[in-house]
């Protein structure tokens, strides 16, 4: 059977999307298509979309003026996927100012791209088609709406690592976000289609599972009746269940919710061998005024009590965060109770961002805008303050050995290898020559730190010297 022509897809946003982008780069290739990386020659480009910022989405419209210009004279199906997609104003940007796109299609609609690409492609002069969800549904577990996409091929990257979705959607609607809006729901997988899948992979030889999901301390609210015995199946049962998969060596997880962070989570981080040290908390705000009207749902102090809570029981945790400076309303006061935070906690690192207002979010009408310049100010000091910390939180590990599992060569310098520690840093290890590393566990001895790596020779890997 010959090829059913070439795809190219592109990813934008944060790791939901790239597990997304997985599962239509595997349906593509059910139907007989084959994947490209070259988007001057692909028959079929798809740009799965992120919205969180004005600076996200003014990308993607950049790019796709880029992309059709390279291929004037001929003309590739362009697909536009991901959370642009559910955004109200993108199909009336789309028709106005490029309408070569001929397929949109929303996050929860992924399994329907197949379809729309051959209705596409038998009828070149067909309009825009789309597959978007109502306002606010995402995925959803109503077969008549749009189904939980269970048991959809994932493309088969060879490699240690994978990305498993626990959850769709957010509940919360911080008053910034639009990923409620554009992602629908929360909506949990269950727990044994979850396991099933980490399992599967254990067994392909992944060592490394990212969980993934908006708020994956919320695992299992949404259940609703579904308990067990001992009590609701929530995100502390999920990890001991996970832990026991043999085969496996390290589970991570991706985005916590300072609010829903319960004690008995941080226990079972503990005591879960696979579960990495690695808590990525996003703080948003020190100032407890700018919480509450971001719809946080913590103040400043049951922060610092979760973080120092976390120092004091798991050994050497690491701790990063998310920040956004320049909400509405937002002082030089109140700017000074984020630097607080940021000096007493000691972020191993931060995500910082200027607040982008996203149009049908609460805070995009509130009133007290900050001005830009004052913004890019604030984001500088803290940029700032937060790198001196990373470098001394790095530097402190010089001298000690961390445990690593290799990710890949260093594209840059061929007698390194990259890969992280438990507790999420980059590490550049010199292996020296013989086997590739890549996918093994080794001990580094830390004897350089940046801000972004940690640095040093292969001491001892047990799997290194045995064949
Ligand atoms: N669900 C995750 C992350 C969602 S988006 C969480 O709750 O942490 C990732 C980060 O983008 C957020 O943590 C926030 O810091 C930032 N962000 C979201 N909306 C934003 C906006 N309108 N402007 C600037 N930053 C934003
Ligand atoms: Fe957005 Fe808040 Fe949901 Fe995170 S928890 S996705 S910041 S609404
Ligand atoms: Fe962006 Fe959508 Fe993720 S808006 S951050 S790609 S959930």
């Known amino acids: 059977m010959g090829s059913r022509g070439t795809f190219y897809i592109e990813t934008f946003g944060c790791q939901m999307n790239e597990r997304d982008s997985e599962t239509i780069s595997a349906l593509l290739a059910q139907e007989g298509m084959e994947p490209s990386d070259d988007p001057g020659t692909a028959d079929v480009i798809?740009?799965?979309?992120?919205?969180?910022?004005?600076?996200?989405?003014?990308?993607?419209?950049?790019?796709?003026?880029?992309?059709?210009?390279?291929?004037?004279?001929?003309?590739?199906?362009?697909?536009l996927a991901g959370c642009m997609a559910q955004l109200p104003d993108t199909l009336l940007r789309l028709k106005r100012r490029v309408p070569f796109v001929k397929i949109v299609s929303g996050p929860g609609n992924i399994h329907r791209i197949p379809d729309l690409l051959q209705e596409a492609r038998a009828d070149r002069k067909a309009g825009l088609l789309t597959a978007v969800s109502p306002a606010r549904t995402g995925v959803t577990r109503d077969e008549s709406t749009q189904i939980l996409p269970e048991g959809l091929p994932r493309k088969q990257i060879p490699g240690v690592s994978a990305f498993v979705t626990i959850m769709y959607g957010c509940d919360n609607f911080c008053s910034y976000c639009i990923v409620p809006y554009v992602r629908g729901p929360q909506v949990s997988r269950l727990p044994g289609d979850v396991i099933g899948e980490v399992r599967d992979l254990a067994r392909r030889g992944y060592k490394e599972v990212t969980l993934l999901?908006?708020?994956?301390?919320?695992?299992?609210?949404?259940?609703?009746?579904?308990?067990?015995?001992?009590?609701?199946?929530?995100?502390?049962?999920?990890?001991?269940?996970?832990?026991?998969?043999?085969?496996?060596?390290?589970?991570?997880?991706?985005?916590s919710h300072p609010r829903d962070f319960t004690k008995e989570m941080v226990d079972a981080v503990r005591q879960c061998e696979k579960v990495c040290e690695h808590f990525h908390l996003p703080l948003q705000s020190g100032s407890d005024n700018i919480l509450k009207v971001m719809n946080r749902g913590y103040s400043k102090d049951e922060y610092l009590d979760l973080a120092g809570h976390i120092l004091d029981t798991v050994p050497d945790a690491s701790i990063t965060t998310d920040i956004i400076v320049g909400f509405?309303?937002?002082?030089?006061?109140?700017?000074?109770?984020?630097?607080?935070?940021?000096?007493?906690?000691?972020?191993?690192?931060?995500?910082?961002?200027?607040?982008?207002?996203?149009?049908?979010?609460?805070?995009?009408?509130?009133?007290?805008?900050?001005?830009?310049?004052?913004?890019?100010?604030?984001?500088?000091?803290?940029?700032?303050?937060?790198?001196?910390?990373?470098?001394?939180?790095?530097?402190?590990?010089?001298?000690?050995?961390?445990?690593?599992?290799?990710?890949?060569?260093?594209?840059?310098?061929?007698?390194?290898?990259?890969?992280?520690?438990?507790?999420?840093?980059?590490?550049?290890?010199?292996?020296?020559?013989?086997?590739?590393?890549?996918?093994?566990?080794?001990?580094?001895?830390?004897?350089?730190?940046?801000?972004?790596?940690?640095?040093?020779?292969?001491r001892d890997s047990e799997e290194l010297r045995s064949p």
């Open 46 to 79: 798809i740009l799965n979309t992120c919205a969180v910022r004005e600076s996200a989405e003014a990308k993607v419209w950049s790019r796709l003026g880029k992309l059709h210009a390279m291929r004037s004279g001929d003309e590739p199906v362009f697909v």
């Open 213 to 255: 999901g908006q708020n994956v301390n919320a695992f299992g609210l949404d259940f609703g009746g579904e308990r067990r015995e001992t009590g609701p199946y929530g995100f502390a049962a999920l990890l001991k269940d996970l832990d026991r998969i043999e085969g496996l060596h390290r589970i991570r997880y991706f985005t």
């Open 328 to 458: 509405p309303g937002e002082t030089e006061e109140d700017f000074q109770e984020t630097l607080d935070v940021v000096r007493r906690v000691r972020f191993d690192g931060a995500f910082t961002f200027i607040f982008s207002p996203r149009k049908g979010t609460a805070a995009a009408k509130m009133k007290g805008q900050v001005p830009k310049e004052e913004k890019s100010q604030r984001l500088q000091r803290l940029v700032e303050l937060q790198s001196g910390i990373t470098l001394e939180r790095n530097t402190e590990m010089v001298g000690k050995e961390v445990e690593v599992l290799i990710e890949e060569r260093d594209p840059k310098d061929p007698a390194l290898w990259r890969g992280r520690t438990r507790t999420n840093k980059m590490v550049l290890a010199e292996a020296g020559p013989g086997v590739s590393p890549v996918g093994r566990m080794v001990n580094v001895e830390v004897r350089e730190a940046g801000v972004w790596y940690l640095k040093g020779p292969v």
